[in-house]
């Protein structure tokens, strides 16, 4: 995953596309990991999508400093917006207050306003427990009024990315989203009345391909139109439709919801989200590890991998063995296999992963080889020739590919195919 600026209304995001900024909601208390449902962040959803915001990921995370730390950072890197809600009480357990300090390298001051707030609330209501803690605010953080409770919540800005912490009743959270949170997120990123869009990734296919495949769609005739993007990952549709907001969302919803249909596993994401993100969170979740053994890819699948923050919790070692005398020592491939086969074959594509999933101990083990030219290629053999292999959970997945384009161009192709078999094998 590439470094990214954050994106802003009117600027160019993904691949010439006007992005939608990206937002998150992180929802804290170790209560909430029993619950089925977490209202708050359901309420957010729908308002943030109201607002034109591409929402990323909802997490539920416990009242555990490092935990919370983790969460906050990893969001900091992928969203515009993230909206925290609970952990902002006077209890020793809260602690939202104390870990975005700490991300954000601010001090915790001691605010009079705050104090005097507190305390009046207090005298009217005295079974209500006064902690001068709940006085400490992060330096630069706006404070959000909160009409029905006594948590107030915080908007604090760090390198473009606006953080929001609001207090966990759903009520309160309700009541200080309509006060103040949605007027600030309505002018820093105003957009365009009756203009809605959604951005749908896929790999696999040509540019002509995905439009084979959609060239009768019609869905809501002049409501939907649909836009490409190509590039050596994939190609990415971007669905747009105007007009009144209810009648624009359903027309889009029956627009993804044929093209899902058409483009089958082809499709692989939306927004921004790239594949090792999708597979790195399958991973994490099913609790699975990850070693991965390159040749023509050069290191670029390992690279991708542990871009994502998080992904020591899956991703064990990447190898680099380019000659077949680093084959045999690293991954103690056959020489005769070698030698019978090729070094670009099916057969030592699947060898790697094993090997590689073998000497490392993951749970699985993912391979590729193949001729990324411009020299290299025989007879048999030619420039754009891949196999990539996944090996665990009771098979070996060997795939082959014919990709075009220059070395750059079938290097990145490779890593995005092999990272796409991974994915699917995942999911299946």
């Given at each position: ?19 939608a900024?990206?937002?998150?909601c ?13 209202t ?23 009242d ?9 950072s990893q ?7 993230i ?15 104390k ?48 009409p ?23 009520a ?48 809501a ?19 747009a ?12 919803d029956?627009?993804?919801a ?48 542990t ?18 005398a680093?084959?045999?020592?690293l ?5 005769r ?16 992963a094993e090997?590689?999933?073998f ?70």
């Amino acid at each position: 995953m590439e470094t990214r600026t954050a994106v802003r209304r009117g600027g160019k995001g993904l691949r010439g596309f006007e992005a939608a900024p990206r937002a998150e909601c992180v929802a804290v208390g170790s209560e909430l990991l029993a619950e089925k449902t977490e209202t708050n962040s359901r309420f957010l959803t729908e308002e943030l999508g109201r607002l034109g915001f591409d929402l990323r990921l909802k997490t539920v995370v416990g009242d555990r400093e490092n935990d919370i730390e983790e969460v906050l950072s990893q969001a900091l890197h992928r969203s515009d917006v993230i909206i925290l809600t609970g952990g902002l009480g006077p209890a020793e357990d809260d602690l939202t207050k104390k870990v975005l300090a700490r991300v954000l390298k601010r001090r915790l001051v001691f605010q009079e306003a705050m104090r005097e707030r507190f305390q009046e609330a207090s005298i009217a209501q005295p079974r209500l427990k006064w902690s001068e803690r709940q006085a400490l605010i992060p330096t630069g953080a706006s404070v959000l009024p909160n009409p029905l409770g006594t948590v107030a919540g915080l908007l604090l800005e760090e390198g473009g990315r606006i953080v929001i912490a609001l207090p966990g009743t759903p009520a309160e959270v309700e009541a200080v989203f309509a006060d103040s949170v949605r007027p600030r997120l309505e002018e820093r990123f105003p957009r365009r009345k009756g203009a809605y869009a959604r951005i749908l990734r896929t790999t696999g296919l040509s540019e002509t391909e995905v439009a084979g495949r959609i060239r009768d769609l019609r869905v809501a005739p002049g409501r939907v139109s649909i836009q490409f993007a190509s590039g050596p990952r994939g190609v990415d549709l971007r669905l747009a439709a105007g007009g009144e907001e209810r009648g624009a969302l359903q027309a889009l919803d029956a627009a993804e919801a044929t093209l899902r249909d058409r483009l089958d596993h082809f499709l692989y994401g939306e927004g921004q989200q790239e594949l090792e993100e999708i597979a790195g969170l399958i991973l994490a979740q099913r609790r699975l590890t990850l070693a991965v053994a390159e040749s023509c890819t050069g290191g670029l699948l390992a690279q991708r991998i542990t871009s994502v923050p998080g992904s020591s919790r899956y991703f064990d070692r990447g190898v680099v063995c380019y000659s077949n005398a680093s084959k045999t020592a690293l991954l103690d491939l056959s020489l005769r296999l070698l030698e019978l086969h090729g070094s670009v074959s099916r057969e030592v594509a699947g060898a790697m992963a094993e090997g590689v999933r073998f000497i490392s101990g993951t749970t699985l083990g993912l391979g590729v080889t193949g001729i990324a030219g411009p020299s290299g290629a025989t007879l048999t053999k030619p420039v754009g020739l891949v196999y990539g292999a996944v090996a665990g959970l009771g098979e070996t997945r060997v795939e082959e590919w014919r990709l075009e384009g220059d070395r750059r161009a079938i290097r990145e192709q490779a890593a995005q195919r092999s990272l796409d078999l991974l994915r699917r094998m995942l999911m299946t």
